[in-house]
């Protein structure tokens, strides 16, 4: 490959021939000499196994001005070819041509004796200032400094200089090829300019898209100032790691990993501290993972994947990875193993079809063993998958597992110890393998063998270095401040890790997963709703499946599962606490009665997840399963309280209000009997009852029993517990509703401000805190704020639950409803009918919700002018309200409050008269005189008068109704100001929190 720059002026044109390891060097000096008028073109060398050196080192004279041989281990490499072939080339080429060759030396090694001719110019341990003195030295120019403005942010960076902030695995030595992947993935990154790119490396598992993607990030890594790899194979996982950048970023943010994915996504997106950035996400093969995770800005993303989701999407551009081609093959064994011939390494290749992970292992043992190659090549074809279990298909050779099975007896033979923490680290994720987790294990968690050699230091880290050395284990060394470097986590790849545990007896495999499952258990700090506690529930979650914790019988085990079904719960990780749910529920199933105690709690969080996830009809069939089951048993039996608390979120979910008051009201008794009054779980089930008091309209009640849960949750546990925030954002909403907003909105930026300190930022309670400080904030007037919270919470919602799921469509509701009356009209009906048509599809059109928010398009419609279509839907949605929850229910008398204002506005005075009269005095009656919808009622009842000329009854109404707004919200409170301009009342319908 050529590149070649373009400047004006008299200077001269350099060749610069480097191996694509060393590109950064090669920009580097590229921009030294243009910056000084001179023209450069870089050209890669690479010269073919078969060709004659002589004639590949001859070939650059045919480059334009002088060669510049930028010398490094791997120019020598290449080919490979031996020192006396290089001898000879360079005693052939370089003296007669001397005048047209100079170089410089990046090499660690020593050069070939015939390379002095060259006068290399040592750049090694020098800083930028001292290298570009002496290169500029050696090619016979002036070393005066770079015109003014030259040092800009776009340059290269020098080479010993690393990104600002680089965290990416350590180069492989051995990375051979795969320059023409890299310069179309550089291209098609470049190309995106100041929008930024993606980009999906597409390819089989063993292919090679982790080490392109891990080259890529080293060879053109410094043309960034941010450079970060990310695990993305867990969404667990990911989240930490992106959240990790925060602290290195230096952000103002602090432990919560929503809180610092924000902060990582914004400052990515504007480019503060640092516009040039990398993220890669390595095995990101499902997308609805972590799609929500990936960057906006002008930087770059790169993605390795199993799969074509990303660009069928259109979400990345797709470079697809294919095989080693047979030349990359070949130079890359006779590099892992020098005793290779070309006729052998080619052999090699074609055994194991030119893939790379199969290649690297083969060579490696071959290196390592003085087995003849034909010999092994001949195993490796003889070798049949047998039972293993590994799915062989067209694109693996039928013979890898020979291959493996042969390196894997010969480490048996050399370190049995290293054989056995190998088998034992294949039960864990291969992603994120915890080896300091092993480490810390109970000796009684261990087998005897392996707890020795955990109690020996020096055994312990030569087991795992002979893993390095022998498999296809990558170990990463972690330290603290005064702490020497120990390995805390290992990788493996999926297809080596898939191999040893079918490689393993059954017995032996029961062994380990006992193992394993005892380890994670010893992890396990039995406080799921700690949120000191959550990041390590995020560690062990990718360990269960692999590790059989799944299929255990182990009652500590189970334990464990249901602690990180809690917590996935608790965090918001709905979707993947319900895939875990259903997976465990299913084994246990097969082993234990319905009646256990463990399938209780399981199916109770089968039934959180299913409704969490908006499948209310489902959550409902579950919970009154298990109620049924349980209806012999005594009324105060705990297994049946919950399983009755359970359903009757279900109940509320599909506004079964009545039936869910009921059940609530007799199981908080029950438990308050059974447990005491301040027990959590009568707590917890009065707060259920809290919230069906709220949603039935008994606001006033409803403020009663959170102030009272408040007040017990903050005396018997800490202020920052999730329970005692919950209590408390409960009890702001019921303020809120009341029309008591200077007081909510108080207590309520408090309690924001302590969901985002403790439970991070895109956790839902925290989305449902900082909306309700929105709608303080919209109430009280401060509508800059609440517009800007308010979109801030609709997006990240729509973000990482999806905008189907009921929390967003909860948000966009009232978001829909602030830009009608203060921003976009168009967008305001655009999202109402979405989430109306939603709402809809989701709980039916009978349900309130689906009600209350096809009468919000109504008022997009009023404020068009669209008269008759706007009067259609208040009328409908008063009748479907009513009968949905009541005639008396402030619900049904915002929407007849609607109703007699469309009437008004197409002209049926008369009619409007008789609703806003009959309207005022329910809600005078039901919501009290000094309510904000009562002020509304009276405000709209007194323009319907005066439109029939009644104005001496008008005015008076509308001076009491001024009076009691002013002494109640203030004179120049919002509410008080519209009644004084005599703009019409409305009433928003604003779907509830279930």
């Not at 074609?350 to 010999?375: F, G, I, R, S």
């Not at 309700?772 to 517009?787: I, K, P, S, T, Y």
Request: glycine share 8%.
């Amino acid at each position: 490959m050529a590149e070649q720059s373009r400047t004006t002026g008299p200077g001269e044109h350099f060749t610069i021939s480097y191996a694509g390891f060393n590109r950064p060097w090669a920009t580097w000096i590229s921009h030294q000499l243009v910056g000084l008028g001179h023209q450069t073109t870089l050209l890669r060398w690479d010269p073919g196994p078969d060709a004659p050196l002589a004639g590949a080192l001859g070939d650059l004279l045919d480059a334009p001005g002088r060669v510049l041989l930028l010398l490094d281990n791997w120019y020598f490499r290449l080919g490979p070819r031996t020192d006396e072939e290089w001898t000879e080339a360079l005693r052939e080429v370089v003296p007669p041509n001397v005048d047209r060759f100079a170089a410089v030396s990046v090499a660690t090694r020593a050069l070939p004796t015939t390379a002095a001719a060259l006068r290399p110019v040592d750049l090694r341990d020098l800083d930028a200032v001292e290298a570009r003195r002496l290169i500029l030295r050696r090619l016979g120019l002036p070393t005066a400094p770079l015109p003014a403005g030259r040092n800009d942010a776009k340059a290269p960076r020098f080479p010993h200089d690393p990104p600002e902030i680089r965290k990416i695995p350590r180069r492989n030595d051995r990375f051979t090829g795969r320059d023409p992947v890299l310069e179309e993935l550089y291209d098609l990154l470049t190309a995106g300019g100041s929008e930024g790119a993606r980009c999906a490396l597409h390819g089989i598992s063993g292919v090679g898209k982790s080490q392109i993607a891990a080259e890529y990030a080293h060879r053109f890594g410094n043309d960034y100032d941010v450079v970060w790899w990310i695990s993305a194979n867990f969404r667990g996982t990911a989240r930490e790691q992106l959240a990790e950048l925060a602290p290195r970023l230096n952000l103002p943010v602090g432990q919560e990993i929503g809180d610092r994915i924000r902060a990582v996504h914004e400052a990515l997106r504007v480019g503060r501290p640092f516009g040039r950035w990398l993220m890669v996400f390595d095995s990101a093969d499902y997308m609805d993972q972590v799609e929500d995770l990936l960057p906006e800005g002008t930087g770059h993303v790169l993605l390795t994947t199993l799969t074509r989701d990303w660009s069928a999407s259109g979400r990345a551009q797709e470079i697809e990875v294919l095989p080693f081609l047979r030349e990359e093959s070949v130079a890359y064994a006779r590099r892992r193993a020098p005793r290779l011939t070309g006729t052998e390494a080619d052999l090699l290749s074609e055994a194991v079809q030119d893939l790379p992970l199969l290649l690297a292992q083969t060579a490696a043992w071959l290196d390592t063993n003085a087995m003849p190659v034909k010999e092994y090549v001949e195993l490796i074809r003889r070798g049949e998958p047998g039972q293993l279990g590994i799915g062989i298909g067209a694109d693996y050779p039928m013979g890898f597992q020979t291959s493996w099975s042969i390196t894997l007896n010969t480490l048996r033979d050399r370190s049995p110890a290293a054989a056995e923490l190998l088998k034992l680290l294949a039960f864990f994720s291969p992603d994120l393998i915890p080896v300091r987790l092993v480490q810390a294990a109970r000796p009684g968690d261990l087998p005897e063998h392996l707890a020795t050699l955990v109690a020996d230091p020096i055994g312990w880290h030569t087991a795992l270095r002979r893993l390095s050395e022998a498999t296809a284990v990558r170990l990463d060394y972690q330290s603290g401040p005064g702490q020497e470097a120990a390995v805390g986590n290992a990788q493996m790849h999926r297809l080596y890790h898939g191999f040893l545990r079918n490689e393993l007896p059954d017995e032996e495999r029961d062994v380990m997963s006992v193992t394993a499952c005892s380890v994670l258990v010893s992890a396990d700090p039995r406080r799921p709703s700690d949120t000191r506690e959550w990041s390590r529930y995020a560690e062990l979650i990718p360990h269960l499946k692999p590790a059989g914790a799944l299929d255990s019988p182990d009652p500590a085990v189970q334990e464990l599962i249901l602690n990180c079904l809690e917590y996935l719960k608790l965090r918001g990780e709905y979707t993947t606490g319900l895939a875990l749910c259903e997976q465990a529920l299913a084994r246990w199933r097969t082993r234990m009665p319905a009646t256990h105690r463990t399938m209780l709690f399981g199916v109770h969080q089968h039934a959180n997840m299913l409704r969490r996830s908006g499948r209310y009809r489902e959550a409902e069939a579950v919970g009154r399963a298990v109620v049924e089951v349980l209806a012999d048993r005594e009324p105060d039996d705990t297994d049946l309280l919950r399983a009755k608390n359970g359903l009757g979120g279900s109940l509320m979910a599909l506004a079964r209000l009545t039936e869910a008051y009921e059940l609530y009201d007799d199981v908080w008794r029950q438990y308050g009997g059974r447990l005491g009054e301040e027990d959590p779980s009568t707590i917890q089930a009065r707060s259920n009852l809290g919230i069906t008091l709220g949603l039935l309209g008994r606001y006033g009640e409803a403020l009663k029993v959170h102030g009272e849960n408040l007040a017990v949750r903050e005396r018997l546990l800490r202020p920052e517990h999730h329970q005692t925030l919950q209590s408390g954002l409960s009890y702001a909403w019921m303020l809120r509703l009341l029309g008591r907003y200077p007081e909510a909105a108080s207590r309520q930026e408090l309690n924001a401000r302590m969901h985002r300190q403790v439970m991070e930022a895109n956790n839902p309670e925290t989305l449902r805190a900082e909306h309700n400080l929105a709608l303080c904030m919209r109430r009280n007037g401060d509508l800059v704020q609440a517009e800007s919270l308010m979109r801030s919470v609709v997006a990240r919602s729509a973000q990482v639950q999806g905008p189907r799921h009921p929390e967003t469509l909860m948000l966009q509701a009232d978001f829909a409803t602030f830009t009608r009356e203060h921003g976009d009209l168009e967008q305001s009906r655009e999202m109402s009918v979405s989430v109306a048509e939603r709402y809809r599809t989701l709980v039916g059109a009978d349900h309130p919700y689906a009600v209350g928010t096809h009468g919000n398009t109504g008022l997009v419609l009023w404020e068009y002018g669209e008269r008759d279509e706007a009067l259609a839907i208040a009328e409908k949605a008063l009748v479907g309200m009513v009968a949905a929850v009541g005639a008396e229910h402030p619900w049904a008398l915002g929407c007849a409050l609607n109703a007699a204002g469309a009437r008004h506005l197409a002209g049926d005075e008369e009619g409007a008269l008789e609703l806003s009269r009959a309207t005022a005095a329910t809600a005078e009656l039901v919501m009290g005189e000094a309510h904000p919808l009562t002020f509304s009622c009276k405000a709209a009842l007194a323009d319907d008068l005066r439109g029939l000329r009644r104005n001496e009854e008008a005015n008076k109404l509308e001076r009491q109704t001024l009076q009691q707004l002013s002494e109640t919200l203030g004179a120049q409170h919002p509410h008080t100001m519209s009644v004084r301009r005599r703009e019409r009342p409305y009433w928003d319908f604003e779907p509830q929190p279930i």
